[in-house]
């Protein structure tokens, strides 16, 4: 069976996608068996088809449809048709005979008929299968090398009128509509392959404004269209390669597509692609032509992404670097990655000015990005300028008066052997945040967790006193100083468990019970284990009601 087993499921797929996999068993229905394959559908949220082939060069795989599927992975989905398949391992070969024996008797019986007979089947088929119909309507049309009635139908196919409702095509549709719209990547595809690249240029280049107007209107969330996209800038470059157009018509072409307004991802064309259709008079007019727009639009995104592309492909660090230039960030994030780029090009001593550039350009600075800070800190570390690196950090911190700032700013203070002195400087500024009520957003006083942090537990807990704390850090608090001021922590433990003992759910309970053991930890140290003793009886008493809670007091024996 092409090595399907559970290993070589699990290797194909990794250990967490195999593990999920399991769990989609009893999902999988109309498992059909075909000689060197197995589809069935799996349902999860939708309905997704998936296939394992046994026989392929690299031995056993698959495909689904799902989206991650679609990404080309090996999905929970086809974890789980594997191991339906394997559950079956005594009717598997039975079935594949089957199949081939199924597939020989068609194909004997269909070389039996005639013509007649053939076109009357096929035709029974057309009338039933809408699809099929245009397929073959666009061949009969490109063989007539009727260009309108191909136009006209490729326009049918990326309408979104049959599935829009009110105008709008809904998520549970946009899988039909996608399927339909890639019915015009093929029908341009066949053009190139009859012959008819010319004309697939044209029309891959008008399905591509089309398909970019009506993504507007599709729920495109699982980027079914984005594919279609693809694939249509994949016809385009199959059709160029095969009529090989005038160079300077397809470079402004390009430009054009990467620059203009419909454009919208979905038909990424990169123009390094086309470079051995272009030429060097193609390329040549290519940068010309992106050099013309950018300089008149020197902060457009499309304009800079175009000219920085053309430049770092043809190694022009200057280039790339001017492009960056001519838009600079408030926040040092552009002057950052001009110093990378120069790093890159063996240039450390123009990206440490740039970098340095950055932060004096800065126009807040509590904007200043934090990367780039964390780079020019590495650059005066590895140079050997510790003031420098302390001074930055100390500018940061008092910018942005966070845990992380003040970790940092002790990391370069403590290499600099001058930590005492910025300690205190810093905690001065944490200290009149606390006093003047100044928190996060979130939580308790950075000053609480600055001390805790540095291990001082009487200072912090003195601030937490005198500043206030929230639960996490009064907790963490807790945690710590049970062992030297247990009677302080035993009133943070019993303040906090209070309110769950009225409150259901295992996470509550669990919560509750790691605060049973601080108590009982607390009661040991105090010397006074019986008033524990006393309060957890209380407790079973109250809430004997509550199994799950009964059952994990008495996994911790309390």
Request: net charge negative.
């Amino acid at each position: 069976m092409g090595g399907l087993t559970e290993a070589g499921l699990k290797k194909l797929a990794g250990a967490r996608s195999f593990e999920r996999g399991r769990g989609y068993l009893d999902a999988v229905s109309g498992v059909e068996v075909g000689d060197g394959w197995v589809s069935a559908s799996v349902h999860g949220t939708e309905r997704y088809e998936a296939q394992l082939t046994f026989d392929g060069p690299g031995g056993l795989g698959g495909e689904c449809d799902c989206p991650y599927g679609l990404e080309g992975n090996f999905c929970k989905h086809l974890v789980a048709l594997g191991l339906t398949v394997l559950a079956r391992p005594a009717s598997l070969p039975r079935q594949r005979k089957a199949a081939r024996d199924r597939a020989k008797d068609l194909d004997r019986w269909l070389s039996a008929r005639s013509k007649d007979e053939l076109l009357a089947l096929l035709r029974e088929q057309v009338d039933e299968d809408r699809q099929l119909r245009r397929r073959l309507e666009l061949r009969a049309a490109s063989t007539r090398g009727d260009l309108t009635t191909i136009r006209a139908r490729i326009r049918e196919l990326l309408d979104i009128d049959p599935f829009a409702q009110y105008g709008y095509v809904e998520y549970a549709d946009a899988r039909a509509y996608a399927d339909q719209a890639g019915q015009a990547v093929s029908a341009i595809g066949a053009l190139t392959g009859s012959g008819r690249a010319t004309d697939a240029i044209a029309l891959a280049g008008e399905a591509m404004e089309q398909l970019a107007r009506a993504v507007e209107c599709v729920d495109d969330s699982d980027g079914w269209l984005g594919q279609v996209g693809a694939g249509l800038a994949d016809a385009h470059l199959d059709a160029c390669r095969a009529a090989r157009p005038a160079p300077g018509e397809l470079a402004r072409w390009l430009v054009g597509h990467a620059l203009g307004d419909v454009d919208d991802g979905l038909t990424d064309l990169d123009p390094l692609d086309y470079e051995d259709v272009l030429g060097v008079e193609g390329m040549a007019t290519l940068r010309k032509l992106a050099v013309e727009a950018w300089r008149a639009n020197r902060r457009g995104w499309a304009e800079k992404y175009l000219m920085e592309r053309l430049a770092k492909a043809g190694g022009d660090v200057d280039t790339v670097i001017a492009v960056h230039a001519a838009d600079l960030s408030p926040d040092g994030h552009t002057h950052l990655a001009i110093a990378r780029e120069l790093d890159a090009a063996q240039r450390p001593d123009e990206a440490l000015r740039w970098a340095e550039r950055g932060i004096r350009d800065a126009r807040d600075p509590a904007a200043v990005n934090t990367a780039l800070v964390d780079y020019l800190c590495d650059r005066y570390a590895q140079a050997g300028r510790l003031a420098d690196a302390v001074a930055l950090r100390r500018d940061h911190f008092g910018a942005h008066r966070a845990l992380l700032s003040y970790q940092q700013l002790r990391v370069a203070a403590r290499a600099a052997d001058c930590w005492p002195a910025e300690r205190e400087g810093a905690l001065a500024l944490l200290r009149a945040d606390a006093g003047q009520r100044t928190q996060r957003g979130y939580g308790g006083p950075v000053l609480v967790d600055a001390l805790l942090d540095d291990e001082d537990i009487d200072a912090a807990w003195q601030a937490a006193a005198e500043a206030g704390a929230d639960d996490r850090q009064w907790l963490t608090l807790a945690d710590q100083a049970r062992a030297t001021r247990p009677a302080d922590a035993l009133g943070v433990y019993l303040r906090l468990a209070e309110p769950l003992t009225q409150q259901t759910g295992n996470r509550v309970y669990a919560h509750l019970v790691s605060l049973l053991l601080g108590i009982q930890d607390c009661h040991r140290h105090l010397g006074t284990p019986e008033e524990f003793t006393e309060y957890a009886s209380a407790l079973r008493t109250a809430h004997k009601r509550r199994r799950n809670l009964m059952r994990l007091m008495d996994e911790h024996h309390l």
